[in-house]
């Protein structure tokens, strides 16, 4: 039997405890959603102060070289590199995810010019595959998508295919593949492979360079915490730097972009990725976030999130099995990104009355109701205080006012 008191008692004694006054967290919410939009942190509010009243407002034009505007896709690239296992100079803070895939795709097809197939999961986030599909129609070169079975992703793979293109830790479940034995069993046969770390990058630790990885992208807004509509990244591994043909060549791409020749000619390295201007408020604010996440130990900030884990299903049962709630993913801690999920057939308006109660998490359809475990920001009472809530929201039946079944464009 868990109680409360003995989860304050962990929280006591938890060494990242000091983190959570680093964010903005509203006064009695339980954010349990950050995996999807990450909060504020406070160090942002003063860095966007001073990049728009110093930066913008008093040295205007010259902050691309006085304030290095112009370097920051590189230098935020390499500090996020640092939280996924990459050496310097091979990620870029650029563009969104979907953008970023599809530069990563166009790039990574034509390194394998026989072969016309393109491996993913058919329960990918759904603008992976979006990504796939459109690019097939414009190249018309006969490429096709192929789906694997998420437990024997090897299953799918042979000398037909061109690329292996997966997403870390699935949105949904918080399944999680080993990359290093995934991008093994793809290289055996001659492919090559995107990982796409929407829901690994500041969540679990990832070793890009050690797993012998080729490409990567991810999300800037989720764990990283970097705003809303925050940059993605993107990551080539330094071995394919020279092949890669950037199907965006952007003048930020080009090797000297202020000589302004009219023919393209690729910058080396990782920053023929880049394509247009880069976003610095936006940036400014990732950067800030980013910096924050590299002062906490990862290795912590794992152990913690699995603890999480545990203690929601644990809570679940104990406090909730009368429900009908059914927990997802792998009961293997190590085999889960730091998310959970239940699924109800009301989980719709379950969440709708969580969120009433300022404990925000999110549904994602048919039946998910989707949880964050963050453990720089959440802590073990946490937990039990949106257990009880989810409790008394079944209990009483509150969750089934009609308010409640009114579907919002964002869910
Ligand atoms: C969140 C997410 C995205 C989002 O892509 P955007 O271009 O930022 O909208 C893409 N892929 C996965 C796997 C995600 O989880």
């Not at 884990?309 to 927990?327: K, P, Y």
């Amino acid at each position: 039997m868990i109680t409360r008191a003995e989860l304050a008692a962990w929280d006591a004694q938890d060494s990242l405890a000091s983190f959570r006054d680093r964010f903005h967290l509203p006064d009695g919410v339980i954010y349990l959603d950050g995996n999807s939009l990450g909060p504020l942190p406070k160090a942002a509010v003063d860095r966007l102060q001073t990049v728009v009243n110093t930066e913008w407002g008093e040295d205007l034009i010259r902050s691309w070289n006085k304030n290095d505007w112009i370097g920051q896709p590189q230098r935020l690239g390499d500090k996020i590199g640092r939280l996924i296992g990459a050496a310097p100079g091979q990620v870029v803070a650029a563009d969104s995810t979907s953008i970023n895939l599809y530069k990563l795709l166009a790039a990574a097809l034509p390194m394998r010019r026989d072969r016309k197939v393109i491996v993913s999961q058919r329960d990918n986030f759904p603008t992976d595959l979006y990504m796939v599909q459109g690019l097939m129609v414009q190249l018309g070169q006969g490429h096709t998508l192929r789906y694997a079975d998420p437990n024997d992703i090897a299953a799918s793979l042979d000398s037909d295919v061109a690329v292996l293109m997966l997403t870390h830790v699935n949105y949904r479940d918080a399944q999680m593949y080993d990359m290093a034995a995934v991008t093994k069993a793809a290289h055996d046969c001659g492919a090559l492979v995107i990982w796409d770390l929407a829901h690994s990058a500041g969540a679990v630790p990832v070793s890009l360079d050690a797993a012998g990885a080729d490409f990567a992208v991810g999300c800037g807004y989720k764990f990283l915490n970097g705003g809303p509509g925050a940059p993605a990244f993107l990551y080539v591994a330094e071995r394919h730097h020279a092949e890669v043909r950037p199907v965006l060549a952007g003048w930020m791409g080009h090797a000297a972009p202020f000589d302004f020749s009219s023919d393209y000619a690729p910058a080396p390295g990782i920053k023929r990725m880049l394509c247009g201007t880069p976003p610095v408020l936006s940036m400014s604010a990732l950067e800030v976030a980013v910096d924050l996440l590299l002062e906490a130990d990862i290795a912590a900030t794992r152990t913690k999130s699995q603890r999480l884990t545990q203690l929601f299903f644990d809570l679940v049962d104990q406090e909730c099995s009368t429900f009908g709630f059914v927990s997802t993913g792998p009961s293997d801690l190590d085999r889960r990104g730091s998310q959970v999920s239940l699924t109800h057939p009301e989980g719709y308006p379950i969440m709708q009355a969580l969120i009433d109660r300022n404990v925000i998490g999110d549904f994602r359809a048919p039946d998910i109701l989707r949880f964050g475990l963050t453990p720089l920001y959440l802590r073990y009472v946490d937990l039990w205080d949106a257990i009880a809530v989810l409790k008394e929201v079944m209990a009483t039946g509150a969750w089934d006012a009609p308010a409640y079944k009114v579907r919002a464009a964002v869910t």
